[in-house]
């Protein structure tokens, strides 16, 4: 199993940095150009939720690679809204991986979680 972390302002100018870090990752975990692809959008989309452009704060993003399974937690900063489950933001990151849900942690930070796996579609 393999960590990696990158932290970035929460601003939406690094979306780019997260989306292509995010898609280097996953060719390491045999995932098909097609669910890359889907994963760098559906990266996009949680990014999307946490970016504060008031906030002077971080979003942290976690890589974990497990095999052919890559997870992704993206924490963002406490002004952020969780993200609605009914919104189409969200419909578009339920098509797009195969496991997705959010939370707040101790500290009030908004966490969206996703879950890709190779031999999988979502």
Known sequence: ??????SV???ADYVGLVRSTSAHVAAHC????????????????AFAFLV?????????????VDGS???IVLQGPTTGQEP???SFGWT????LVNEVSSSR???GNVIVHLTAKAGVSA
């Open 1 to 6: 199993m393999a960590t990696i972390h990158i």
């Open 9 to 11: 302002p929460a601003q």
């Open 30 to 45: 045999d995932l098909t150009m097609d669910q890359i692809e889907d994963l760098r959008l559906a990266v996009n989309e």
């Open 52 to 64: 504060d452009a008031t906030s002077n704060d971080n979003i942290d993003i976690t890589f974990t």
């Open 69 to 71: 399974e890559l997870a």
């Open 84 to 86: 609605d489950r009914s």
């Open 92 to 95: 578009v990151l339920t098509a």
């Open 105 to 107: 942690n101790d500290a």
